[in-house]
């Protein structure tokens, strides 16, 4: 729900960016209308910069390493509630009905953020999944393996029975290890409640074991079965901790509550009520939330599985904004001039995921080495981790961010010209673009001489 309703209040400040005062001294009005822009423009950032602290608490392995991400988000949040505060009463001065509408809205969809936020981080930190997973694959693994160990001299013995009760009791004590994971992956009390009496029933059966050897084992045997008696109450003491943690669920809670969507394609059949959509973005037959109420959305995330641990698959470089860009103007202008840089090329917009379609890949990886990519929307993805090097320090490959980038990237040349790959991906990169407004959505920019911003 946080990421939803955060879109929601950058999408109002944007709005609010644009209003302008309609009466007054010129140049109070002046003055106001750019501590406006200004606060609308460092409230978007404190937000973004408090969503991203948030996801990084949530997914923290450590408690400190959560406490620090959510002081960061807390302290973001703070400096865009007073933006919002100031905003406000610029409004009430220059008595503008539009924005306070607008300001009323937002105000309302903070504090709905405010109070989402706060669940959040009071989850963030606690790791309980990923706690018990890390108990389940360490010491529960090791009781187990120690139980095993214990009665291997009896199952490799002569007396049968002895034999069939010593294989009950370590069948019990690996199936129980085995059902921690379902447990840990595990959303649903419910389901929780029936994996817990499966462990339960295991229980049973190598305490019967237990019992059983005692009394059929010769003396020679009898500190084998006392170490097993010993390990398996490491096993099942264990095993009531790893399932404490696990019935938290603060990870799947955590990262359900963050999960959301941007653009949309059909979605599968077997996944379709699990998509919900929101503001102008629907889709046939999903759910559509209006008006903020996002309690659907909410309940269907925690009845799913979640992720119960993230995977690192490297890092790559983002946040060539505007403003970031614009720092280094200079460099890149003397860089143009001393013929360091030819060409800027924009490769922008969306793209399917249907095998073969790797036309701008194949662009960026072969454009020369004196050319800067700039990139933005879901079709980056296809060469984002592109290592395309640098220009005395400045990175060849831009990201800029999501599809609504678009006109931070417009704001750095007088044009564009919207392309469509040609029928043979072999074309030279040297060829004249042919202009083509059927798609719009795919775009290179390119600078014929020097660079203009």
């Given at each position: 729900?946080?990421?939803?309703?955060?879109?929601?209040?950058?999408?109002?400040?944007?709005?609010?960016?644009?209003?302008?005062?309609?009466?007054?001294?010129?140049?109070?009005?002046?003055?106001?209308?750019?501590?406006?822009?200004?606060?609308?423009?460092?409230?978007?950032?404190?937000?973004l910069?408090?969503?991203?602290?948030?996801?990084?608490?949530?997914?923290?392995?450590?408690?400190?390493?959560?406490?620090?991400?959510?002081?960061?988000?807390?302290?973001?949040?703070?400096?865009?509630?007073?933006?919002?505060?100031?905003?406000?009463?610029?409004?009430?001065?220059?008595?503008d009905r539009?924005?306070?509408e607008v300001?009323?809205?937002?105000?309302?969809?903070?504090?709905?953020?405010?109070?989402?936020d706060?669940?959040?981080l009071?989850?963030a930190?606690?790791n309980?999944?990923?706690?018990?997973?890390?108990?389940?694959r360490?010491?529960?693994?090791?009781?187990?393996?120690r139980?095993?160990?214990?009665?291997?001299?009896?199952?490799?013995?002569?007396?049968?029975?002895?034999?069939?009760?010593?294989l009950?009791?370590?069948?019990?004590?690996?199936?129980?290890?085995s059902?921690?994971?379902?447990?840990?992956d595990?959303?649903?009390?419910?389901a929780?409640?029936?994996?817990?009496?499966?462990?339960n029933?295991?229980?049973?059966?190598?305490?019967?074991?237990?019992?059983?050897?005692?009394?059929?084992?010769?003396?020679?045997?009898?500190?084998?079965?006392?170490?097993?008696?010993?390990?398996?109450?490491?096993?099942?003491?264990?095993?009531?901790?790893?399932?404490?943690?696990?019935?938290?669920?603060?990870?799947?809670?955590?990262?359900?509550?963050?999960?959301?969507?941007?653009?949309?394609?059909?979605?599968?059949?077997?996944?379709?009520g699990?998509?919900?959509?929101?503001?102008?973005?629907?889709?046939?037959?999903?759910?559509?939330v209006?008006?903020?109420?996002?309690g659907?959305?909410?309940?269907?995330?925690?009845?799913?599985?979640?992720?119960?641990?993230?995977?690192?698959?490297?890092?790559?470089?983002?946040?060539?904004?505007?403003?970031?860009?614009?720092?280094?103007?200079g460099?890149?202008i003397?860089?143009?001039?001393?013929?360091?840089?030819?060409?800027?090329?924009?490769?922008?917009?969306?793209?399917?995921?249907?095998?073969?379609?790797?036309?701008?890949?194949?662009f960026?990886?072969k454009?020369?080495?004196?050319?800067?990519?700039?990139?933005?929307?879901?079709?980056?993805f296809?060469?984002?981790?592109?290592?395309?090097?640098?220009?005395?320090?400045?990175?060849?490959?831009?990201?800029?961010?999501?599809?609504?980038?678009?006109?931070?990237?417009?704001?750095?040349?007088?044009?564009?010209?919207?392309?469509?790959?040609?029928?043979?991906?072999?074309?030279?990169?040297?060829?004249?673009?042919?202009?083509?407004?059927?798609?719009?959505?795919?775009?290179?920019?390119?600078?014929a001489?020097?660079?203009?911003f």
């Open positions: 729900m946080a990421a939803p309703v955060r879109h929601l209040v950058l999408i109002v400040l944007a709005i609010l960016g644009f209003s302008a005062c309609s009466s007054g001294n010129y140049q109070d009005v002046l003055r106001t209308l750019l501590e406006k822009e200004r606060l609308v423009e460092d409230t978007r950032v404190n937000l910069l408090a969503a991203e602290a948030e996801k990084n608490a949530v997914l923290s392995s450590t408690e400190e390493a959560a406490r620090t991400y959510a002081d960061q988000c807390r302290s973001a949040m703070g400096e865009a509630k007073r933006g919002l505060a100031r905003l406000t009463m610029l409004a009430a001065n220059t008595h539009k924005e306070a300001l009323a809205r937002l105000t309302a969809d903070f504090g709905k953020l405010e109070t989402v706060a669940t959040i009071g989850m930190g606690r309980t999944n990923l706690r018990a997973a890390m108990l389940s360490t010491k529960a693994a090791q009781a187990t393996g139980v095993r160990e214990a009665l291997a001299s009896i199952i490799d013995g002569s007396n049968c029975q002895a034999a069939v009760e010593a009950r009791v370590v069948t019990a004590s690996l199936a129980i290890l059902l921690h994971a379902q447990h840990i595990e959303a649903s009390n419910a929780m409640d029936t994996l817990e009496a499966s462990i029933q295991e229980n049973g059966q190598a305490e019967a074991g237990l019992r059983q050897l005692a009394g059929i084992v010769p003396p020679a045997l009898a500190k084998a079965v006392d170490d097993a008696r010993l390990a398996y109450a490491d096993l099942w003491k264990i095993t009531q901790e790893v399932l404490k943690l696990s019935r938290e669920n603060s990870n799947i809670n955590a990262l359900a509550l963050t999960m959301t969507t941007n653009c949309i394609q059909k979605p599968a059949e077997s996944y379709l699990n998509i919900f959509t929101t503001g102008l973005v629907g889709w046939p037959g999903a759910t559509h209006k008006n903020g109420e996002f659907p959305v909410i309940e269907k995330a925690l009845a799913m599985p979640g992720f119960p641990a993230d995977t690192d698959k490297g890092t790559v470089m983002a946040g060539f904004g505007h403003n970031a860009v614009m720092g280094v103007a460099k890149v003397e860089a143009v001039k001393a013929g360091k840089i030819k060409h800027f090329f924009l490769v922008a917009g969306c793209d399917g995921a249907k095998p073969g379609r790797n036309y701008y890949t194949e960026v990886e454009a020369p080495a004196d050319t800067i990519v700039l990139t933005l929307a879901c079709g980056k296809r060469f984002f981790d592109k290592k395309l090097g640098d220009i005395d320090g400045i990175p060849r490959l831009l990201d800029m961010n999501c599809s609504n980038g678009f006109h931070q990237s417009s704001r750095r040349h007088k044009g564009y010209r919207p392309l469509r790959p040609e029928a043979s991906s072999r074309r030279r990169l040297t060829e004249k673009p042919r202009p083509d407004s059927t798609n719009p959505l795919t775009l290179r920019a390119r600078f001489k020097g660079v203009v």
